[in-house]
Every structure is written in structure tokens, then in C-alpha cells.
């Protein structure tokens, strides 16, 4: 197999167990919040956004580790790390466990998560890295899609059988472990010596604030749908495979996209999401729902391949590692904060913390977001004219 498509295999495959991230315990949420009620809705909701602060951990140390061990090694521990933490609660039914293994959960992301960009950044120049981001989003919105798909349906066969759906991740060490081309380990520079510039907190910034919003989704589509239209979980599961079908399609046409919008391309993902709030607020029963978790799905599709792609471009081939790794701190700070933040904002102007007035917040949030990164965009178009 030629090096290219090998480092293409390997970046899907890695994608590909990353949407375990996404997909976390959400076909199940519902029955997680009915089952644990004397915790309360929004402790319950933070099973979905706990990985964020063991993520931060990892992405924290991922700069370090590129200068230690090679890329390979570490997205092989990763994906271990994973498939045993998302796996344990199917053995031992207990909140603590599930609380300790959703937040050690986040470890294994945090690692693997910053190394597609710079193992596509070693290998690959700067005018072909596009393509590739978009494959690496195809990769997470195809595992995403099939871990919601077979997770709602073996929620269906007993809520803690969803967790076997885990597997995924000792299944793509294996194809790692095979296709990866091994490399050294950053040995020219310490960790320290990787110079992170302006952009890189401009763009981990901009993830924050989208991730904050994005996560009305994540952590209420599921409870909205057992409170107002079916208590079935693989509605649940159908539904979160829509969002990821279409996170796909942005993936596998970025490169064309991101052609056409070239500066608004930002703007446009963060819109979308904007639009899906709008919809799930103002069309009532199934089509808004299906509708909505299309728009969230492009919006979290187009805006995590442009940021990558950008984060890329911006520093040194060396220091891309440790700045995926940042980009993934800053974000995941706002995914860990977000069921709270939300939530005490729902209650407190809104009246109640339920996911109708999410995402309401959530609307508010991503439209006045778009709005001033469209205007930024337009700025950057005047300046390169």
C-alpha cells in the first residue's frame, strides 16, 4: 500500500473511533435520566460532557508526548484507553464506575484527538491538508452515525448492551497497529520550545464558544425526544446517525465547500447551528427534530475540519501537535462548563433548566456568535483584496 493511502486508512480509522466522543452515552441519556433521577437532570447530563476535563488532561500532554514516543504508539494507547473505559459499565452497573470511567474516557480522546492534524501536517504540504481534514471529519461522522445506529439498537436489547458499542475502539488499535507508518517522536525541539502564535488561541477560542452551544444539542436532543414524542431509544440512536449522515456529507465535500466560502466558511458552520436551534424551536414533533440534528450536524462537521485546517497552517510542522492539543483544551473546557452554564442560564432567565430552553440559549448564542465571526470574515476578505 502506497504512503498516502496508508496515512489516508489511518486517519479514517482514527476519525472513525474519535466519533465514539460524540456518540458518548447520548442514545441512552434519556434512560440514564429516568434511572438516576435522585441525581438530577443536570448532573445526569454531564455523563455526555465529563470526558471534557480528563480531555484537557490528555491534550495538555499530548505536546510532551510527540517528543517521547511516536505518534503510532500514542494513538494506539488511546484507543486502549477508550474501548476499556467505554466497556467497563456493561460489566459493573453502578454511577460511580460509570461517573469514573466517562470521565477517565476523556484521556484517550484527549491523546488521539490532536494527532490526525499532525500526522496529516508531517506527511502531507499545505495545499493538499484540506482534503484531508475532510477526511478525517467523513471518519468521525461515519463513527459517530454507525456507533449512535448500533448503540440505539442495542439499547433497545437492554439500555446497558449499548456500551459493547465500545468495541469499535480495540478494533481500530488493530487497524492502527497494522497501517500507521511508524515514525520517531519530535526529537529537533522540546515541547516547550513549540512557539504557539496569536491564531492558535483565536481559533481554541472560537472552539470554546461553539462547543459551549453545540452542546445543547448533545445533552438535551435525547432527553427532548423521551419527554415530547416516543420513550423508544433507537428513535434516539435514528436520529443521532442523521446528525452524524450529515456531518458526513460536509466531511466528504469540505474541500469544495471551504472553495466556495473560502473566508465565510467559519461563518457558515456556525450559522448552521444557529438554523438547527431555530428549527427544533419553531417545528414542532419529528421534522424539526430531524431537521435540526441535520443543521448541528454540519455545523459541527464543517467547523471542526475548517478549524483543523486552520490550526495547521498556522504554526510550525513540529508544533502542530501541541496546538491541536490546545485547540482541544480551550474547546473542551467549554464542552465540560457547558451543561452548567447552560443550564443555571435556562433556569435562572428562562424560568427551568429543560432542553426546550437550551436551546433557546443555545440560538441566541450560536446566532450572535456567527454574526461577528461573519463580520471578521468580511474584514479578512477586505485585507487580502
Excluded at 440505539?152 to 497501517?179: D, E, M, P, Q, T
Excluded at 495547521?312 to 480551550?330: D, L, N, R, T
Excluded at 452548567?340 to 440560538?363: K, M, S
Aim: net charge positive.
Amino acid at each position: 500500500m502506497k504512503t498516502k493511502n496508508r496515512i489516508a486508512v489511518s486517519v479514517f480509522i482514527t476519525a472513525f473511533a474519535f466519533g465514539l466522543n460524540i456518540t458518548g452515552v447520548l442514545p441512552i441519556l434519556g434512560i440514564l435520566n429516568e434511572k438516576y433521577q435522585q441525581y438530577g437532570t443536570g448532573m445526569v447530563q454531564q455523563l455526555q460532557t465529563m470526558p471534557y476535563l480528563m480531555l484537557i488532561v490528555g491534550s495538555l500532554l499530548v505536546g510532551w508526548l510527540t517528543t517521547r514516543i511516536s505518534k503510532k504508539k500514542i494513538v494506539i494507547t488511546g484507543l486502549i484507553v477508550i474501548g476499556i473505559c467505554g466497556m467497563l459499565p456493561f460489566f459493573l452497573e453502578n454511577f460511580l464506575i460509570l461517573v469514573m470511567t466517562r470521565l477517565l474516557i476523556g484521556f484517550g480522546f484527549g491523546i488521539v484527538g490532536p494527532m490526525n492534524t499532525a500526522i496529516i501536517t508531517e506527511f502531507f504540504p499545505p495545499e493538499e491538508r484540506a482534503s484531508y481534514m475532510g477526511l478525517h471529519v467523513v471518519g468521525m461522522g461515519i463513527g459517530t452515525m454507525i456507533g449512535n445506529l448500533i448503540g440505539g439498537i442495542l439499547a433497545g436489547i437492554g439500555y446497558r448492551s449499548f456500551y459493547l458499542v465500545y468495541l469499535i475502539a480495540f478494533l481500530a488499535a488493530a487497524g492502527i497497529k497494522i497501517v500507521l507508518i511508524e515514525t520517531p517522536p519530535v526529537m529537533d525541539e522540546t515541547s516547550s520550545d513549540m512557539k504557539l502564535n496569536k491564531m492558535v488561541y483565536v481559533i481554541s477560542l472560537a472552539s470554546f464558544v461553539h462547543t459551549l452551544f453545540i452542546n445543547a444539542y448533545n445533552t438535551n436532543i435525547g432527553i427532548y425526544i423521551l419527554q415530547n414524542i416516543t420513550d423508544n431509544p433507537s428513535v434516539t440512536g435514528v436520529v443521532t446517525a442523521v446528525n452524524s449522515a450529515f456531518a458526513l456529507l460536509v466531511g466528504m465535500f469540505f474541500g469544495k465547500i471551504s472553495g466556495v466560502l473560502k473566508e465565510y466558511t467559519l461563518a457558515f458552520s456556525i450559522l448552521a447551528a444557529a438554523a438547527g436551534y431555530g428549527v427544533i424551536l419553531f417545528v414542532p414533533g419529528m421534522a424539526g427534530v430531524y431537521v435540526a440534528s441535520a443543521l448541528c450536524g454540519v455545523s459541527l462537521s464543517c467547523f471542526m475540519a475548517m478549524t483543523s485546517y486552520l490550526i495547521s497552517v498556522s504554526v510550525e510542522k513540529e508544533a502542530v501537535a501541541k496546538a491541536s492539543g490546545m485547540f482541544s483544551i480551550i474547546g473542551g473546557i467549554g464542552g465540560l462548563v457547558a451543561p452548567i452554564v447552560l443550564g443555571n442560564v435556562a433556569t435562572y432567565v428562562l424560568g427551568g433548566n429543560h432542553p426546550v430552553n437550551q436551546f433557546t440559549i443555545a440560538f441566541v448564542g450560536m446566532l450572535m456568535f456567527g454574526i461577528v465571526v461573519t463580520i471578521s470574515g468580511r474584514k479578512m476578505k477586505e485585507k487580502n483584496q
